[in-house]
């Protein structure tokens, strides 16, 4: 290992020590404040103390000791809950805007509390961040009767709740509300023609929790709303059934990482036969081109159960980190529409865009942001380079006793799928609970057919059947109990050993505890250690395990299968070396994604710059900061969104067509950069324009009947989703060197071949 690293990682290590040092003496100063004898009405009154004392602006920090001695004392007489010391440490952590790991059952929600609580006495609100709607409304009621006991207010935000519900859960002293929701909602604040159709109230204190996957995993989707649009029948079809006729080699190609494909030339003339279109590289073929691209790319790497499933007759996306689907998610239109024609469904179109924000600008509106996961470490830098977080790992509370084995290695799937079920056979039999992570619903429905044949009973937790998530992982830690899961496996949600019964708690310790087994290794390390980490939690006894294939995608990604030099074989493979070499190819991986995932953050960091500065001038016309008529505030807010939809249309088409400057030795960053400053500079021009003309033809008259009759009205109906665009990424975008190669040949040789125009 490198000596600067070998530095580095002292150096932090110290620091941290340092740092949990001082929580330690913090906590022990907490514990002595003991209001033990104070009756509830002195507890009361310390708090209306403390909420006066914050809001007449005494610094948060000193009055810390009492407000954590205050939560504490609340939570053990409301809750039954006396906070371990580990998560007092936390909650200092999380108020001095760390981002905590502490492992799975060392009691998150709790420990969020605290902090909670006294960045709430300001009353300018708290934010906690979660996954679903379940937890946020489960840790609202949960932790709802400490807050309430000492004064405060909260409340959670849940799907289907209407705009006065939304704005009085958001005027709350805290509120719980996921991470989408709340961006959905600020983003419907932003095209808002009257602040009384609002409901966030500005920003202040945002615990995030899950961190990693809302932070990492989530962070670059963009959450878009539009103005809505009916079902319609596409071409999409014809594009389809010429997909489908084309052959991989003799048509068209994957490249090395098999996340790309392209037509070669043989492929480009049995296309262009297909389409009757004449030269498909043709300027005016290019719309052709495109769709071919998505219906290519749809028939040939978008696989059902894998990427997507067909329910209720919509394609529904499944998140690649949690195997969830992913709840109205869509893929950007062109390979959406490609992907429901390929399945012979309906499309539903966008609508135009009016505004679009990705998951981490949304998060970096908060002025003060701290999180908490179980799985953080792996990816410090991560954080510390996107959102100047720093992780502090928090320790146990009690010794983390799971045993984690190596890696189990075999040469060919068939192999390991065997493995597997005569493991899970082995250890049904002793009744042991089994939990088993999959890579996809496909593999879970493959593997839950082959116990089911081997005489083992069990539960499948996948995308189909998402909604008995918590029943059935409630049940994971049962006597006898074998759940075969995605990856989802219950994030947020503890699986107690017997269920929760204490008796047969006992009995699952003695067998050993949760025995998780995972099939495959993920790109990151930190995906397959919150597998692992659904066992052992509090000190209890478990063990995880991961079964790989050589022909696992992973590894034949990077080659690694060639590296071995035994046949195939049933037996594991002996050979130490493979399981760092796989380890190696985790750390290559993540840093490729996050290289990728800073240089797309370029782009979308400049259109965020521009949104955030139009939206400051919209804030004011809209609070009546401006001197102006009620006419000319309807007008200009009118114009604003108006223009700056056609901003975000143009940004579109930029983005899908920049890297083409490449080929001119232009950086591409460097060109969006100064195409999008252009076009933003025209905005002002346009809106003052529009608005002119327009308050020439209203005449002055602050009529709203007037107002609708022109036109000038928030969209009859809109729709907000996310983009799914890691298919947009560098890595998988469908124009390659090859195929851009085989664009410009036809363009040089369309003269001297006198090439059909057509």
Not at 335 to 346: D, I, R
Request: hydrophobic share 40%.
């Amino acid at each position: 290992m490198n000596i600067a690293v070998k530095f580095m990682r002292k150096f932090k290590d110290r620091n941290t020590q340092n740092k949990l040092k001082v929580y330690r003496d913090k906590t022990e100063l907490i514990r002595k404040r003991n209001m033990e004898a104070w009756d509830d009405g002195r507890l009361q009154e310390e708090s209306l103390r403390l909420q006066k004392e914050a809001r007449s602006g005494t610094p948060l920090d000193e009055l810390l000791v009492d407000a954590y001695a205050l939560v504490c004392e609340a939570a053990k007489r409301k809750l039954g809950l006396q906070p371990y010391d580990v998560q007092i440490m936390a909650a200092i952590a999380l108020h001095e805007r760390f981002l905590i790991e502490q492992h799975t059952g060392e009691g998150k929600t709790l420990s969020a509390v605290m902090p909670v609580y006294l960045n709430a006495l300001t009353g300018k609100g708290v934010h906690v961040l979660t996954l679903n709607d379940y937890l946020a409304k489960r840790d609202a009621e949960w932790m709802g009767p400490v807050y309430r006991f000492l004064g405060l207010t909260v409340s959670s935000v849940q799907a289907g709740m209407s705009l006065y519900e939304k704005r009085e859960a958001y005027a709350k002293d805290i509120t719980y509300v996921t991470a989408k929701a709340a961006g959905f909602d600020y983003l419907r604040d932003t095209i808002a023609l009257s602040e009384a159709y609002t409901v966030h109230r500005p920003f202040h204190y945002v615990i995030v929790d899950e961190a990693d996957s809302l932070l990492l995993d989530e962070a670059r989707v963009p959450l878009v709303i539009s103005g809505d649009s009916a079902p319609s029948r596409s071409d999409g079809f014809r594009f389809a059934e010429v997909a489908r006729q084309l052959k991989q080699a003799e048509h068209y190609d994957f490249d090395e990482f098999q996340r790309n494909v392209y037509l070669n030339e043989a492929g480009a003339a049995e296309a262009e036969s297909l389409l009757g279109c004449g030269n498909l590289y043709d300027s005016h073929n290019s719309h052709l081109l495109t769709s071919l691209n998505c219906a290519l790319h749809a028939e040939s790497i978008l696989k059902i159960d894998i990427d997507y499933i067909v329910r209720d007759g919509k394609i529904e996306l499944i998140e690649e980190y949690t195997g969830r689907v992913a709840e109205n998610r869509y893929l950007p239109d062109g390979l959406q529409a490609a992907l429901t024609a390929k399945e012979g469904l309906y499309s539903t179109t966008s609508g135009k865009i009016l505004g679009t924000l990705t998951i981490q600008h949304f998060i970096s509106l908060y002025p003060q942001i701290c999180g908490m996961t179980a799985t953080a470490h792996a990816s410090a830098l991560d954080f510390e380079d996107v959102y100047a977080l720093q992780v502090v790992q928090i320790p146990p509370n009690r010794p983390n006793i799971r045993i984690d084995y190596p890696h189990r290695i075999y040469t060919h799937k068939e192999a390991k799928l065997k493995a597997l079920v005569q493991e899970i056979s082995s250890v049904h039999r002793t009744r042991r609970p089994i939990l088993i992570g999959t890579s996809s619903v496909e593999e879970s429905a493959i593997l839950a057919e082959a116990l089911v044949a081997a005489g083992v009973p069990c539960h499948v937790l996948n995308a189909k059947n998402d909604a008995e998530e918590a029943d059935i992982i409630a049940k994971a830690g049962e006597i006898g109990a074998v759940t075969v899961s995605t990856n989802m496996a219950g994030r947020g949600v503890d699986i107690r050993l017997g269920g929760g019964d204490p008796a047969q708690a006992e009995l699952v310790a003695k067998l050993g505890g949760l025995y998780v087994i995972g099939t495959h290794v993920n790109e990151s390390v930190r995906i397959d250690d919150q597998l692992r980490g659904r066992s052992g939690r509090q000190g209890d006894p478990g063990a995880s395990v991961i079964y790989v294939s050589m022909e696992d995608e992973l590894l034949l990604r990077f080659g690694i299968h060639k590296a071995v030099r035994d046949p195939k074989q049933d037996k594991a493979l002996e050979e130490p070396l493979l399981s760092s070499k796989i380890t190696s190819i985790q750390r290559i991986v993540m840093g490729q994604n996050f290289d990728i995932h800073k240089e797309l953050n370029c782009y979308s960091d400049m259109v965020e710059d521009q949104r955030r500065l139009l939206y400051e001038e919209r804030l004011r016309i809209l609070k009546g900061e401006k001197p102006m008529s009620p006419s000319e505030q309807r007008v200009r807010l009118f114009y604003i969104d108006e223009f700056w939809a056609e901003h975000l249309a143009y940004i579109s088409y930029l983005r899908e067509s920049i890297h083409l400057e490449s080929l001119a030795s232009r950086n591409p960053i460097d060109e969006f950069h100064a195409q999008i400053t252009e076009a933003y500079e025209q905005i002002p021009f346009k809106v003052n324009s529009a608005s002119e003309k327009m308050l020439e033809r209203l005449g002055g008259s602050n009529d709203p009947a007037e107002w609708e009759k022109l036109g000038l009205k928030s969209p009859a109906s809109t729709r907000t989703y996310i983009i799914n665009d890691q298919y947009l990424q560098n890595k998988r975008s469908t124009w390659t060197g090859t195929t851009v190669f085989a664009y410009w040949i036809r363009m040089i040789m369309k003269p001297v071949f006198k090439l059909s125009k057509y």
